[in-house]
């Protein structure tokens, strides 16, 4: 792509400068819009070191309300954000509906770095990719602009600005390591950068090289695709997503009405076992901070099914300083205004660490979709996207555990009743409760639909047969050590 790429020539000075003062004034008005559209804009700077990233950025900037972008320049990895999966700190900076995120270098400085200086082998590389046009994907997917530019020079115009950098005290501190040895590596680092261009480039979020050996060109150029990008992105903001088939080989499961609910356990044997199981998930916890094994437990179920019960009985056999849990309610404002999955990135464990999910991202394809959240092609496509999620946490190497938690209509009808009759449990049940239940037999085939198109092999479904909850407990249990077991041994 680099290699290929025919440069425009630039304008003559008068040109430029009446262009400049057009597409100013035409991104400060586009920027209203925006905001009325819930238009979120990721703006992606990536290039040679010296090319003028940050300097184009900061005039970009200029001609937008301070109120409305962030601009993130993420620098080395803390040693938090090195025990979270790869895209996890560039899923926590995308912005919200309306709003502007400029990112000065992210994911492709930091997978092109490892790969140039043997930090990531050829399939580790080609993994890393593929993360990415998932997650660029699935940004535009769901509404948002993201625009990547490549700001291209020339090995001597590179060594030119490093070496006028260095001989001035102020500036010289501009010039890091990495640059002179981009200079110095100019040819290795063009094949690696032409070949991640390539591989990245789509439709949907193409690059586009940006020549940077002029200051005032290189921002006409970025201020002009960018407000035309916004005006297409506006146009088209209604239109519908093409729906991906499944490339991700799933479990078979039954359908919730072909599971029997008449397993039982009697106290004793429920209070022996239970202290058993608990003793033996203790020990794996420490054995699972100390392998550095990240482990995800997320819990759906019907209203009173009794996740909360089940939850309890895993929590208190772990260390309260290496587990959280997060209840999942309706999204807060900040939270809606994002890619639904934002919520769910943002929570995720350390290495070592176990989150435990009351309500999950699952509520996409059920709630969302049955009380009209979300449209009927938001829905539809979330099953994929899901799995991709899911996909890229395993390959991250957590343990990823799923359970469903079932009961039928008339012990669910009983708990309510149950609720409604005890002072101390009333807080448990709501309105909304009684809602659902009117919709059970809707809410019973989106379930089934989930579990069938959701169920794979690296995030397998677990149905909890909950209308005795003791039993509930103790298969939880199982096969949570089960597979925290597997997961040891690798």
């Known amino acids: 792509m680099l290699k290929n790429w025919m440069m425009e020539e630039k304008p003559e000075e008068k040109e430029l400068k009446a262009r400049l003062n057009a597409v100013r004034e035409k991104l400060w008005a586009q920027q209203m819009r ?16 010296t090319a003028g990233k940050g300097s184009c950025t900061g005039q970009v900037i200029r001609n937008i309300d301070p109120r409305f972008f962030k601009v993130a320049t993420l620098e080395k990895k803390t040693e938090e954000e090195k025990r979270k999966p790869f895209l996890s700190r560039y899923f926590t900076q995308i912005p919200e509906a309306g709003k502007f995120v400029f990112m000065d270098s992210g994911w492709m400085d930091e997978v092109t770095g490892l790969r140039l200086h043997g930090k990531l082998s050829k399939g580790e590389y080609e993994m890393r990719l593929d993360s990415i046009r998932r997650f660029e994907r699935q940004l535009t997917d769901n509404g948002y602009l993201v625009m990547k530019f490549f700001f291209h020079i020339s090995e001597k115009e590179q060594k030119k600005r490093i070496a006028s950098l260095l001989k001035d005290i102020d500036t010289e501190w501009r010039v890091n390591n990495n640059d002179q040895w981009q200079n110095k590596h100019y040819g290795k680092c063009m094949e690696v950068f032409d070949e991640y261009l390539e591989m990245t480039n789509s439709p949907s979020a193409p690059w586009y090289v940006v020549n940077a050996k002029s200051r005032k060109w290189a921002e006409l150029q970025v201020l002009e695709t960018l407000t035309e990008g916004i005006e297409i992105a506006l146009q088209n903001k209604a239109l519908a997503v093409p729906l991906l088939q499944n490339v991700f080989p799933l479990v078979k499961m039954p359908k919730l009405d072909e599971i029997p609910l008449d397993e039982k356990v009697d106290e004793k044997e429920y209070k022996a076992q239970l202290e058993s199981l608990q003793d033996h998930l203790r020990d794996l916890h420490n054995r699972l901070y100390r392998k550095q094994v990240p482990v ?7 209203d009173a099914a009794g996740k909360g019960g089940n939850i309890k009985r895993i929590t208190e056999a772990l260390d309260p300083r290496g587990f959280e849990v997060h209840p999942i309610a309706s999204p807060e404002p900040h939270e809606k205004a994002r ?4 919520r769910f990135w943002t929570r995720l464990p350390k290495t070592g660490h176990i989150a435990i999910f009351d309500r999950t991202w699952y509520g996409r394809v059920m ?3 049955l009380e009209g959240f979300c449209s009927e092609n938001d829905w539809k496509r979330a099953y994929h996207e899901i799995n991709e999620f899911e996909k ?5 190497g957590a343990v990823m555990i799923k359970f469903w938690v079932q009961i039928d209509k008339d012990t669910q009808l009983e708990r309510f009743e149950m609720r409604q009759k005890t002072p101390e449990k009333q807080w448990k049940i709501t309105e ?17 639909e989930m579990i069938q198109k959701t169920s794979t092999v690296y995030a397998p479904w677990y149905i909890l047969e909950s209308v005795d909850k003791k039993y509930a407990r103790l298969k939880a249990l199982k096969i949570v050590i089960e597979r925290l077991e597997a997961a040891l041994k690798e």
């Open 432 to 448: 909304e409760d009684w809602r659902n239940r009117e919709k059970w037999d809707a809410y019973e085939d989106a379930v089934n």
């Open 296 to 302: 995800i437990i997320a819990y759906e179920g019907w």
């Open 34 to 49: 925006m905001k009325e559209h819930k238009l979120p804009v990721l703006v992606l700077m990536e290039g040679w070191g």
């Open 339 to 342: 890619h639904y999955l934002w």
């Open 392 to 396: 890229e946490l395993a390959d991250w």
């Open 367 to 369: 709630v969302e979709r």
